[in-house]
């Protein structure tokens, strides 16, 4: 995205206009977006990219650089290509990175990120996986 454009979308984000967002107002801008993160992950976020609970115009770049390789990766392992990853591609996206995990490590792993409990990970939950794992994964 060109710089100018990520400019107007701090700015509608920034509801206080402070110059900086905080969680509340991601939080706010992402539902608009169609992403549902959790609370958790959202702060998780601001606090990585940003300066303890806000975010800076260049930490926002920093983050949306960041979502952006992640939207790649995920659907990179979404072998099926239907928006969501199974225990089948998360043990495969394992493997496929050198990892041999046993089918019980990845049913824990798997269970500690699908916070909706629906059996699959979805792009949100995924990014709280690479957050935990980012070694792991290329």
């Known amino acids: 995205m060109a710089s100018a454009h990520l400019r107007a979308i701090f700015n509608e984000i920034d509801l206080n206009k402070d ?3 905080d969680a509340h107002e991601l939080s706010q801008a992402m539902k608009r977006a169609g ?3 959790s609370d958790r992950v959202l702060k998780k976020l601001v606090r ?7 975010l800076s115009f260049e930490a926002f770049i920093d983050m949306t650089d960041y979502l952006s390789a992640q939207k790649q990766s995920f659907q ?3 072998v099926d290509k239907d928006g969501k990853i199974t225990q089948k591609e998360l043990g495969q996206a394992f493997f496929d990175n050198g ?3 046993k089918t019980d490590q990845i049913k ?3 269970n500690t990120v699908d916070e909706d409990n629906s059996g699959t ?3 949100e939950e995924y990014v ?3 957050r935990q794992w980012c070694c792991c994964f290329t």
């Not at 990585?48 to 806000?54: F, P, Q, W």
């Open 108 to 110: 824990l792993l798997f």
């Open 76 to 78: 990179r392992e979404d």
């Open 128 to 130: 709280d996986l690479r």
């Open 48 to 54: 990585t990219a940003g300066h303890k609970d806000t």
């Open 35 to 37: 992403y549902s993160f």
């Open 121 to 123: 990970i979805e792009f």
């Open 19 to 21: 110059g900086v967002i």
């Open 99 to 101: 990892f041999n995990l």
